[in-house]
Structure formats: structure tokens, C-alpha cells
């Protein structure tokens, strides 16, 4: 399901205009940056958990040509789904 796909979909569940969902899945996608950047987790209860995780640099050494590169840090949000979540996905 692509990002169109989805802002109509949740429009008809929640009885709003695609502009409108579309402003607010943006919203959220900016939040989550931010509270990403602080290194927060953000848990939504029966859904799951966004946790951020932070990588150090690191020096990586190609195998083929032995060359070795320096790999920035990074951040990145990992979910983690909730119990009730894997329940409603395993049935």
C-alpha cells in the first residue's frame, strides 16, 4: 500500500477529506522525526512501540577491494509490536 493508498483508506474510516488525512499522516511523520532526533521511544498502546536506536560510526572495509570507508552515525526507529498487535496478525 503506498502513501495515496493509505490517506484515502484512513479518509473513509475517519470520515475526513484526503487533503485533511494527508495533513495530519505529515504531521505525524514529523513528529516522529523529531522525537526520533532526541532519542525518545514512542509507545501506542495495543499497537506497539517505536524505539529509536543510534548507531556509532564505524570504519567498514570492503571485501572485494579492501578498502576501507568511515561509515557516519545514524538513527533509525525500530518497531516492536505489541502482544494484542501479534495476536490480531497471527489468526
Known sequence: MDN???NS???KM???SPEETATITDALGKLMAEIGTELDSVAVPG???F???KT???VMTDPETGRRTL???SIRMHFQPSVV???????
Open 56 to 58: 556509532d560510526e564505524s
Open 9 to 11: 483508506r484512513l479518509a
Open 47 to 49: 499497537f506497539g512501540t
Open 85 to 91: 498487535l501479534r495476536k490480531k496478525l497471527s489468526r
Open 4 to 6: 495515496k493508498a493509505f
Open 51 to 53: 524505539v529509536t536506536v
Open 71 to 73: 561509515v557516519p552515525p
Open 14 to 16: 475517519i470520515k475526513r
